[in-house]
């Protein structure tokens, strides 16, 4: 198995898709790297592909206050990353072939940490760990067996921004107790 530092310097010289020419920095993710608790976004926006460091962005100044408040948890104690490594244009949706081109290096991540509990933010994580068709609305409230690992999937923090409002804040929430409750004690 290739250790995170092999991994991350292969993937800041990675040219697999064309989104390798549109990138500042390869958003490669942050944290410990023997967190119990991993979590996967999309892609990064706009401040990640500036800053080269996943969710530091609105979406993630909610995720992380969401995570402090339901499982007493801050950066330091997780590991984070997202399907694709380097920005999409104007942050539109992943393609087919970017997902399949930037996938081994989630894949060898989510090996290499072993976390026990993977969270799933949004419909790409969750789709691609989980390898549904179904949308976000309808697997999450439950969790899943991920080799042996559980997965909880919830929304994307951005779904709480852009008009969730309540509902959808109230679903992370619980989705995120749910991930606490499936952490080792
Ligand atoms: N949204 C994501 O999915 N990932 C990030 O890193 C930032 C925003």
Redesign the pocket.
């Known amino acids: 198995m290739p250790t995170l530092a092999e991994l991350e310097r292969e993937a800041l010289a990675c040219t697999r898709c064309p989104l390798s020419g549109g990138r500042t920095q390869v958003?490669f993710g942050v944290g410990n790297p023997d967190a119990d608790l991993m979590f996967v976004?999309?892609?990064?926006?706009r401040?990640?592909d500036l800053k080269g460091?996943?969710?530091?962005?609105r979406?993630?100044k909610l995720l992380d206050k969401l995570v402090l408040e339901e499982m007493g948890l801050t950066r330091e104690q997780f590991y984070?990353a997202?399907?694709l490594k380097c920005r999409p244009p104007n942050n539109r949706d992943p393609l087919p072939d970017e997902i399949t081109a930037c996938r081994p290096f989630l894949e060898e991540q989510v090996k290499v940490i072993g976390a026990k509990v993977i969270v799933t933010?949004?419909n790409?994580?969750t789709k691609l760990l989980l390898n549904t068709t179904e949308g976000i609305t309808k697997v999450r409230g439950r969790t899943y067996p991920y080799g042996v690992a559980t997965l909880v999937p919830t929304y994307?923090?951005?779904a709480a921004l852009q008009g969730g409002g309540t509902e959808v804040l109230a679903r992370m929430r619980a989705d995120l107790v749910r991930a606490k409750q499936a952490l080792p004690a």
């Open positions: 958003v976004g999309e892609a990064p926006g401040e990640e460091e996943p969710f530091v962005g979406s993630g984070i997202n399907v933010l949004g790409f994580a994307h923090p951005s």
